[in-house]
Nanobody
């Protein structure tokens, strides 16, 4: 069984920064791909950023140039550095990792709240 622990959310003023972390624990051989999603109240969950096992990144147009996704393989941890935050970035952020362990499957974090005040 693999568990994901997210942290780093909180309240920040517009223009500020936050760094989200998603740490995976359990029997892990490798993490093949990872992604961050977010869901604002009344809206569908949307893809924010992806990072493949080979290091390729992709971002939603709304966050390009402001967010950076990265990983620390030794810690089985994925990060989302969020800069120049805007009120419209307010949402619950979720990490999603495809983990090779006892099984090969994707796992979701429980989410961390990010609130950006204007």
């Amino acid at each position: 069984q693999v568990q994901l622990a997210e942290s780093g959310g909180g309240l920040v003023q517009a223009g500020g920064s936050l760094r989200l972390s998603c740490a995976a624990s359990g029997i892990i051989v490798s993490i093949n791909s990872m992604a961050w999603y977010r869901q604002a109240p009344g809206k569908l969950r949307e893809l924010v950023a992806t990072l493949t096992g080979s290091g390729l990144t992709n971002y939603a147009d709304s966050v390009k140039g402001r967010f950076i996704v990265s990983r620390d393989n030794a810690k089985n941890t994925v990060y989302l550095q969020m800069n120049s935050l805007k009120p419209e970035d307010t949402a619950v952020y979720y990490c999603n990792l495809f983990v090779v362990g006892v099984r090969q499957r994707d796992y979701w974090g429980r989410g961390t709240q990010v609130t950006v005040s204007s």
